[in-house]
């Protein structure tokens, strides 16, 4: 088990010390990135799915990943772990309850608890187990989430490098 095990702090201090010195404009363009990147999944989704709720938890982690991505719940390994763990256990109390409050509340615990005993907490991984519980419609849309949720794990890299140069900047 990692170090960080539910611990608030970011990985490094990188980012929190820039981040004091940002002017808005520089603030601007960090959020650049991952509001481009739930844009374009957004486009894609529309494109292959009418499935749209199933994805906004990742627009919460896409700003996660803006507000600190040196944080520990938002590394690329805890992203991607969370992420299609929640989907798998929401579709699955999805498919033995039914749509419905009890597979709701059946897999947001049992979200909960897989994150933090397999250390991986990512707090939007929660909505996406509810998003997938309560789904209605007999489309899978897992293949579909999985490559979303790759896309927002690319923005990990992307915040983290765009921070870097930043720095170099400062």
């Given at each position: 088990?990692?170090?960080?095990?539910?611990?608030?702090?970011?990985?490094?201090?990188?980012?929190?010390?820039?981040?004091?010195?940002?002017?808005?404009?520089?603030?601007?363009?960090?959020?650049?990135?991952p509001?481009?990147?739930?844009?374009?999944?957004?486009?894609?989704?529309?494109?292959?799915?009418?499935?749209r709720?199933?994805?906004?938890?990742?627009?919460?982690?896409?700003?996660?990943?803006?507000?600190?991505?040196?944080?520990?719940?938002?590394?690329?390994?805890?992203?991607?772990?969370?992420?299609?763990m929640?989907?798998?256990?929401?579709?699955?109390?999805?498919f033995?309850?039914?749509?419905?409050?009890?597979?709701?509340?059946?897999?947001?615990?049992?979200?909960?608890?897989?994150?933090?005993?397999l250390?991986?907490?990512?707090?939007?991984?929660?909505?996406?187990?509810?998003?997938?519980?309560?789904?209605?419609?007999?489309?899978?849309?897992?293949?579909?989430?999985?490559?979303?949720?790759?896309?927002?794990a690319?923005?990990?890299?992307?915040?983290?490098?765009?921070?870097?140069?930043?720095?170099?900047?400062?």
């Open positions: 088990m990692s170090q960080n095990r539910f611990n608030s702090k970011p990985i490094t201090s990188i980012g929190r010390s820039l981040r004091q010195h940002l002017s808005l404009k520089e603030e601007l363009l960090l959020a650049i990135a509001t481009l990147t739930i844009a374009i999944v957004m486009a894609f989704v529309e494109t292959v799915s009418q499935q709720l199933l994805f906004a938890s990742l627009a919460a982690s896409a700003f996660l990943i803006y507000l600190d991505p040196h944080h520990s719940s938002n590394t690329a390994r805890t992203l991607i772990l969370s992420q299609l929640a989907a798998a256990i929401g579709w699955f109390a999805n033995t309850c039914g749509a419905g409050y009890v597979a709701g509340i059946a897999a947001m615990v049992a979200t909960i608890v897989f994150t933090i005993a250390d991986v907490v990512h707090p939007p991984a929660v909505s996406t187990s509810l998003s997938f519980a309560l789904q209605t419609s007999s489309q899978n849309n897992f293949i579909l989430f999985s490559l979303a949720v790759g896309a927002i690319l923005l990990v890299g992307l915040e983290r490098l765009a921070l870097r140069i930043l720095t170099r900047f400062h």
